[in-house]
């Protein structure tokens, strides 16, 4: 199975950008379709975007559509998202994890994350 440790995230103005990245360490990376997921303070984690082990599908929460973008590079062993047109309320701790059509709607069911990293937009 593979093991991950986020980055990327830090503090930027409403509007502004940042790109996140997911790096993997064990298993077979690119065999894996991988999601990115996020908490917010006082709430439950939610899933944000997820992409195929080829990258040729990819899927985003309502709240982010067409302001992030997910994709991998598997020779780095590396998933990115990169987040545009940040608003405040996409501030949250964000975490990469697998994902399956399962877990879209059963994120609790994930036993294992990482760290994650902390993303915070001001207004």
């Known amino acids: 199975q593979v093991q991950v440790v986020e980055s990327g995230g830090g503090l930027v103005q409403a509007g502004g950008s940042l790109r996140l990245s997911c790096d993997a360490s064990?298993?077979?990376?690119?065999?894996?379709?991988m999601g990115w997921f996020r908490q917010a303070p006082g709430k439950e984690r939610e899933f944000v975007a997820a992409?195929?082990?080829?990258?040729?599908?990819?899927i985003y929460a309502d709240s982010v559509l067409g302001r992030f973008t997910i994709s991998r590079d598997n020779g780095k062993r590396t998933v990115y998202l990169q987040m545009n047109s940040l608003k405040p309320e996409d501030t949250a701790v964000y975490y990469c994890?697998?994902?399956?059509?399962?877990?879209?709607?059963?994120?609790?069911?994930?036993?294992?994350w990482g760290q994650g990293t902390q993303v915070t937009v001001s207004s």
């Open positions: 064990g298993g077979t990376f690119s065999s894996y379709a």
């Open positions: 994890n697998a994902y399956s059509d399962y877990i879209r709607n059963h994120v609790e069911d994930l036993p294992s």
């Open positions: 992409i195929s082990w080829s990258a040729g599908n990819t």
